[in-house]
């Protein structure tokens, strides 16, 4: 039982170049979350998925996609890199719903230069 | 929108003593006041979490007080240890159109030996 796992752990981009964060969670969760970490910001909500096949704008959605790709499955994509991106992300599930336990992927820290 | 504060922003205290975080929030409709502990390096991990039902919750030796007049909420965690040195986040949730919960922008305990 791995709970969230998400992938790349480290990454350095250019800007204008794109990529996608993967996660991946094993709890049979329904909901699941992308979340960028700023140093003296705390965690914002960048987009979630209350449900599989449904997606919605959080907090600081501008320079993000996502895909709920199955109930498992939570892509995050920047298209085109800005270094105003450059943040620690964290992806999060929950059984349903951000009002209850979270439960945090390890982290990707991207740098875009 | 919602706005939650956290003081302080850094805690230094001896092993052994008591710590107290403060959060506040401004939208009255949050009902929901949960507490991640972030060890460096980690992610994110929900250590109480209390709803507005309640004004006061216990978890061996942490506790979370709620004033809902107030709009104040507290974590106390007493006969701190080194393994307690961590960055603390509070964050209030309600119900709008989706689950909303807003960070507190984290305070920096260090417990001294």
């Known amino acids: 039982n791995a709970g969230v796992t998400q992938t790349p752990k480290f990454q350095v981009l250019k800007t204008g170049q794109s990529m996608t964060l993967q996660c991946a969670q094993d709890m049979n969760h329904n909901s699941m979350y992308w979340y960028r970490q700023d140093p003296g910001m705390g965690l914002r909500l960048i987009y979630y998925?209350?449900?599989?096949?449904?997606?919605d704008k959080g907090e600081v959605p501008n320079g993000y996609n996502v895909s709920r790709l199955n109930k498992r499955e939570f892509s995050l994509r920047l298209e085109s890199a800005a270094p105003s991106q450059t943040s620690v992300y964290f992806c999060?599930?929950?059984?349903?719903?951000?009002?209850?336990?979270?439960?945090f992927g390890s982290g990707t820290q991207l740098s875009v230069l | 929108g919602e706005n939650v504060e956290q003081h302080p922003s850094t805690l230094s205290v001896q092993e052994g003593d008591s710590a107290v975080i403060k959060c506040t929030y401004s939208?009255?409709?949050?009902?929901?006041f949960p507490w991640y502990k972030q060890e460096l390096g980690k992610r994110p991990q929900l250590i109480i979490d209390i709803r507005s039902n309640v004004g006061e919750k216990k978890d061996q030796r942490i506790a979370v007080t709620l004033n809902k007049t107030a709009k104040h909420f507290s974590l106390h965690i007493t006969e701190t240890q080194p393994e307690d040195s961590a960055v603390y986040f509070c964050?209030?949730?309600?119900?709008?159109?989706?689950?909303?919960?807003?960070f507190g922008p984290g305070t920096s305990l260090s417990v001294i030996p």
């Open positions: 998925s209350a449900s599989e096949g449904t997606t």
């Open positions: 964050a209030a949730g309600m119900k709008t159109s989706y689950d909303k919960v807003i």
């Open positions: 939208d009255s409709a949050s009902n929901y």
């Open positions: 999060a599930s929950s059984e349903r719903g951000l009002r209850e336990k979270l439960f």
